[in-house]
T-cell receptor, first 119, second 114 residues
Framework: GNSVTQMEGPVTLSEEAFLTINCTYT??????LFWYVQYPGEGLQLLLK?????DKGSNKGFEATYRKETTSFHLEKGSVQVSDSAVYFC??????????????????FGQGTTLQVKP | SAVISQKPSRDICQRGTSLTIQCQVD?????MFWYRQQPGQSLTLIAT?????????ESGFVIDKFPISRPNLTFSTLTVSNMSPEDSSIYLC???????????FGSGTRLTVV
């Protein structure tokens, strides 16, 4: 079946450190991939996305590249800030246009990775 | 992308009672999704709601416990019935955007059952 696996947390970094949060997926077909962020006490916000192989999603200094050969979508940021402290979720989905995958239109989430950035 | 208004934002309920959560979208959408996020866990899809048809439930979720209404293309409700402390979670609704937009989530309803 389709699934997403993220690295275990929590991840604790000092301000300005380099961040990598690993995400790998298993999917039948060609999913779209997402990173969502959940700040303390808030709902989910889309951070970035990629809809096909080799696409790079980027937003707010975060980047992730859709690697079909390694089935990965690792999240990176060159210099984290205290305000980046949150829970990060990797997710995949098949849009309705891709019929036959059995999972059209819904998101499948990884378990989430908590990031704590200390000043 | 769509804007979702979800309410209530939080509630504390007695066991055995029911709570109805509402989601209002500022544009017409075909599919709406309801998720549950148990404390410290990831999100799990409860059901998919299409206008004019019965909701489609995921394995482990049943209509008697989580009845859903979808009366039109901009509105849906999820009811958590006969609640127990194990139902304490954040419940979120979501809609699918166009292919390039991804998904939008409501701000969530934080439910505590005592």
């Amino acid at each position: 079946g389709n699934s997403v696996t993220q690295m275990e947390g929590p991840v604790t970094l000092s301000e300005e450190a380099f961040l990598t949060i690993n995400c790998t997926y298993t999917a039948t077909g060609y999913p779209s991939l997402f990173w969502y962020v959940q700040y303390p006490g808030e709902g989910l916000q889309l951070l970035l996305k990629a809809t096909k192989a080799d696409d790079k999603g980027s937003n707010k200094g975060f980047e992730a590249t859709y690697r079909k050969e390694t089935t990965s979508f690792h999240l990176e940021k060159g210099s984290v800030q205290v305000s980046d402290s949150a829970v990060y979720f990797c997710a995949l989905s098949f849009f309705q246009l891709q019929e036959g995958s059995g999972n059209t239109g819904k998101l499948i989430f990884g378990q989430g990775t908590t990031l704590q950035v200390k000043p | 992308s769509a804007v979702i208004s979800q309410k209530p934002s939080r509630d504390i309920c007695q066991r055995g009672t029911s709570l109805t959560i509402q989601c209002q979208v500022d544009s017409q959408v075909t599919m709406m999704f309801w998720y549950r996020q148990q404390p410290g866990q990831s999100l799990t899809l409860i059901a998919t709601a299409n206008q004019g048809s019965e909701a489609t439930y995921e394995s482990g979720f049943v209509i008697d416990k989580f009845p859903i209404s979808r009366p039109n293309l901009t509105f849906s409700t999820l009811t958590v019935s006969n609640m127990s402390p194990e139902d304490s979670s954040i419940y979120l609704c979501s809609v699918e955007g166009r292919r390039t937009d991804g998904y939008t989530f409501g701000s969530g309803t934080r439910l505590t059952v005592v």
